[in-house]
């Protein structure tokens, strides 16, 4: 399967405990997007790279979210300090410059 | 920031009957992309619109950019019960290379 792969699928943390996603993008892509949704929701943006580059950063991230893509290739979102309003769904999706976005499965994470 | 709002939020049609969903950004937009996502299921890229009025069609699916390239519509004739699902849109403000997605449209297609 040559399509992007998020690693876990499911998630069950308590609550200050600190978690961290994967994702691996189509290989040939060079953009790479985090996204959040909550049931009901669109997805809501959190992040982009170019290859390792870290362009932006939504406003509404706290200091608890980072981001890293080494060397251009996987990805890893870590939430520190998890609070129960983190619980949802985390879409890590990859496109070749402006092109389609193809996502990956998600992360569903519950703070208990 | 840019906002981008679809309306209607949901939609109940009958089988065979048309839908149309619209799309509206707060900014102008180099490009406009629509995703469907199934329930339960992850966005899938449908097609994306760059020219200033751009018309695509994708057998029942049509797909429209404005003259301003705010807004974008996507009209479905003669609905299925596979077009069930949230469709999305997706802008990038003019310059800019986040994607910002719409807050979606819901269809359900009833027998």
């Known amino acids: 399967d040559t399509g992007v792969s998020q690693n876990p699928r499911h998630k069950i943390t308590k609550r200050g405990q600190n978690v961290t996603f994967r994702c691996d993008p189509i290989s040939e892509h060079n953009r790479l997007y985090w996204y959040r949704q909550t049931l009901g929701q669109g997805p809501e943006f959190l992040t982009y790279f170019q290859n390792e580059a870290q362009l932006e950063k939504s406003r509404l991230l706290s200091d608890r979210f980072s981001a890293e893509r080494p060397k251009g290739s996987f990805s890893t979102l870590e939430i520190q300090r998890t609070e129960q309003g983190d619980s949802a769904m985390y879409l890590c999706a990859s496109s070749l410059e402006d092109r389609a976005a193809f996502f990956g499965q998600g992360t569903r994470l519950t703070v208990v | 920031g840019q906002q981008v709002m679809q309306i209607p939020q949901y939609q109940h049609v009958q089988e065979g009957e048309d839908f149309t969903t619209y799309c509206n950004s707060s900014?102008?937009?180099?490009?406009i992309q629509w995703y469907k996502q199934r329930p339960g299921g992850h966005p899938v890229f449908l097609i994306q619109l760059v020219k200033s009025g751009e018309v695509k069609k994708q057998k029942r699916l049509t797909f429209q950019f404005g003259e301003a390239k705010k807004n974008s519509s996507l009209h479905i004739t003669a609905t299925q019960t596979t077009d069930v699902g949230t469709y999305f849109c997706a802008g990038r403000a003019g310059g800019g290379n986040k994607l910002t997605f719409g807050t979606g449209t819901q269809l359900k297609v009833e027998l």
């Open positions: 900014t102008t937009l180099s490009n």
